[in-house]
């Protein structure tokens, strides 16, 4: 069964500042994706930043990338220049082929940004 | 491109009765995922629906039950509710290609059982 692992059940920053959150998974599937979603105080889930297993090369969004290590199944998160609506929860998740429809997510990190 | 919607965006109910949720995803995505998110669980995995059949389910007893339209909405529907049902239910569209998914997520209606 795919697993999603986050070690740090909440984090702060210094506004400007640059913040890293980690995440592991475990699967034996090849062909999966990975996400960080956002979930501020209004709760809605939003999309920050996709990769796909298959690529080498780390994706990046504006001031959001991550470290993808695929061997140690590893995938963080850095937040770049912190500002203060960044303040949500972030999730890890994990998708693949063998599950229709499911997303398999880790239990979330609170980052609070401080001015 | 309009998101996934969801109405109600809030509900009160009382223990017994029952409880229908409405979800639109985006225009295309003919898949339609439910997850149920409490502060004690997280995220959990409800079913999922495509071409109007349920293609996967997680392990939820059968108070839970939804079924997806020909125009992709989908209804989930909790009957007999209890107190511990109270959470925020979410709901996601992807496109369904090949492979694995991106999901989109709706807003989310808080259900509240008193």
């Known amino acids: 069964a795919q697993t999603v692992t986050q070690s740090q059940p909440e984090m702060s920053v210094q506004e400007a500042e640059t913040v890293t959150l980690s995440c592991t998974y475990d699967?034996?599937?090849?062909?999966?994706?990975l996400f960080w979603y956002k979930q501020p105080p209004s709760r809605q889930m939003i999309l920050v930043i996709r990769?796909?297993?298959?690529?080498?090369q780390n994706a990046t969004e504006n001031r959001f990338s991550v470290n993808f290590q695929k061997a140690a199944k590893s995938f963080s998160l850095k937040i770049s220049d912190s500002q203060l609506g960044d303040t949500a929860m972030y999730f890890c998740?994990?998708?693949?082929?063998?599950?229709?429809?499911?997303?398999?997510f880790g239990d979330g990190t609170t980052l609070t940004v401080k001015p | 491109k309009a998101g996934v919607t969801q109405t109600p965006r809030y509900l009160i109910k009382t223990r017994g009765q029952q409880v229908t949720l409405s979800c639109s995803p985006i225009?295309?995505?003919?898949?339609v995922s439910w997850y149920q998110q409490t502060p004690g669980q997280g995220l959990q995995f409800l079913f999922e629906?495509?071409?109007?059949?349920?293609?996967n389910k997680g392990n939820f007893p059968g108070r839970f039950s939804g079924r997806q339209f020909s125009n992709s909405r989908s209804e989930m529907n909790v009957s007999t509710l209890e107190l511990g049902d109270s959470a925020l239910y979410l709901c996601?569209?992807?496109?369904?290609?090949?492979?694995?998914?991106?999901?989109?997520f709706g807003p989310g209606t808080r259900l509240l059982v008193l």
């Open positions: 996601a569209s992807s496109l369904v290609g090949s492979g694995p998914e991106t999901q989109y």
């Open positions: 699967t034996s599937e090849n062909n999966y994706y």
């Open positions: 990769q796909e297993a298959y690529k080498q």
């Open positions: 998740a994990f998708s693949d082929n063998t599950n229709a429809g499911k997303s398999t």
């Open positions: 225009s295309g995505h003919r898949s």
């Open positions: 629906y495509f071409s109007e059949t349920q293609r």
